[in-house]
């Protein structure tokens, strides 16, 4: 006897996802940028310190170096926290909201997706200024890192996705 028939239909998996993103914050300097503009700087900052220390004015030229190892620290410091990234996925009978910190570790949140609240805060001008996930007495931030563009099409691919999960 063969149980496949085809009028029946497959009921869809509860925790299957039916939505999933992950949320990274933007850096427009990539890894060739940053070599170009460290080797500009280094050669300036070569060139003007040489020229003060030839003159006699060695603490000059020892301040060109610091200004250099200041630049290429903040610009350290800016790539290591876009490793900073959220994970979130939508599926029938939860929603997760894991968040990676630029050290590496991590925090998980769910919530039942019919208990869920998804909530927007706009500014006339900037557009979505914030955006939070609450329920069951917790909440927390979601996206903070995103520009105000990113943050519309992300809330609006979430809020469909909690929309669908409710159906």
């Known amino acids: 006897m063969d ?14 996802p039916i939505f999933e993103a992950m949320l990274t914050p933007h850096r427009s ?14 050669v300036i900052t070569l060139a003007h310190s040489t020229v003060f220390m ?3 004015a060695w603490p000059v030229g020892a301040f060109f170096g610091l200004d250099l190892a ?6 350290w410091l800016n790539y290591r926290s876009a490793r900073a990234r959220e994970t979130v996925s939508v599926s029938r009978t939860d929603l997760l909201i894991n968040k990676y910190a630029p050290s590496g570790r991590s925090t998980e949140f769910h919530w039942n ?19 939070a996930v609450s329920g069951e007495g917790r909440a927390t ?12 099409t992300f809330a609006d691919a979430f809020s469909g ?7």
């Open 141 to 152: 931030d979601i996206g903070s890192f995103l520009n105000p563009e990113d943050r519309e």
């Open 29 to 42: 300097l990539g890894r060739v940028g940053f070599l170009v503009v460290m080797g500009v700087a280094t």
């Open 54 to 56: 030839v003159s006699g």
């Open 113 to 131: 997706p019919l208990w869920a609240r998804f909530h927007v805060s706009r500014h006339d001008e900037i557009g979505i200024t914030r955006m």
């Open 161 to 167: 996705a909690l929309a669908r999960a409710r159906r």
């Open 70 to 75: 200041l630049l290429f620290g903040a610009f």
């Open 3 to 16: 149980k496949s028939n085809s009028s029946e239909r497959v009921a869809p998996d509860p925790e299957k």
